[in-house]
C-alpha cells in the first residue's frame, strides 16, 4: 500500500501518521502489524516502511533510507483553465493517471468560472488532495505540481520544448516525437479569445480528432497521446 507524507517527514527511523493517511491504514486497507507500506513524498522521493504500531487514533512506522524516482521524459506541462464544478477536480485526475508533471491554472476570459485571488489558497489545497487520491489509485509515486497563474502570459512564461495549443479547428497532429519537454495550453468551453490567440501566435496549433472535446477533456486526451507515442 502507498502513502503520502510531507518531504520534511520522509526520513529513515520511526514516523507517526494520523489523520487521513492513518484512516486509511487502518479503516481502507484494514493494515495489520508487519505490513509493509511505501511512503512517497510526492515531489520525487520514495521509502519502505513496515508498520511498527496501530493504535485508534494513529499507525506508527519503521522507514527506511529515502530514495529518488527517476522521472521518464518528456517532461508534460499542462496549461488548462478554471472548469466549472466537479468536472475540474475530474480533469485534475486524469491528468494525474496519463502523466502529466505540471499543471498551471491560467484565467482564459471566456471562462465560465472566475476565481478571487483570496480563495486560492483553499482551492489548491482541495485539488491537491484530489491528486493525491488519484496517483494513489493508479499506482503513481509521483503527484503533479500545480499553481494558478495570474494571467496567460505568466503561464506561457515557463514553457519550454515543444510548445502546443490544443485547438479544435487546426488539422495539425499532435506529435511528441523526440521532446524531452512538451508544454500545452487547452482553453475554456468558449474557446481562446481573439487576443489569447494572439499570445500563443509562437505555439504550434494541433487538433485532436474531429469532434470538439470539452474543456476537461482536451487536456487528458493530449497528455496521453504524448505518453503512448513516448511509451513513458
Known sequence: MRIFVAPEQLAAGALVIRGDEHHYVMRVRRARLGDAVELVDGAGRRASAVIARIAEAETELTVDAPSAIASAPPFVRALIPLIKGDRMDQCLEKLVEVGCDEIIVWPA????????????????????????????????????????????????????????????????????????????????????????????????????????????????????????????
Open 109 to 232: 476570459a471566456r471562462a465560465v468560472v472566475k476565481l478571487d485571488a483570496d480563495r486560492r489558497a483553499s482551492r489548491l489545497a482541495k485539488f491537491v488532495a484530489a491528486m493525491q487520491a488519484a496517483a494513489r489509485q493508479c499506482g503513481r509515486a509521483q503527484v503533479p505540481s500545480v499553481a494558478f497563474a495570474d494571467s496567460l502570459a505568466a503561464a506561457i512564461a515557463r514553457r519550454s520544448g515543444l510548445c502546443v495549443v490544443l485547438d479544435p479547428t487546426s488539422d495539425g497532429v499532435l506529435d511528441a516525437s523526440g521532446a524531452a519537454e512538451v508544454t500545452m495550453v487547452s482553453g475554456p468551453e468558449g474557446g481562446f479569445a481573439p487576443e489569447e490567440l494572439d499570445a500563443l501566435s509562437a505555439f504550434t496549433s494541433v487538433g485532436l480528432g474531429p469532434r470538439v472535446l470539452r474543456a476537461e477533456t482536451a487536456p487528458v486526451i493530449a497528455t496521453a497521446i504524448v505518453r503512448a507515442q513516448t511509451r513513458t
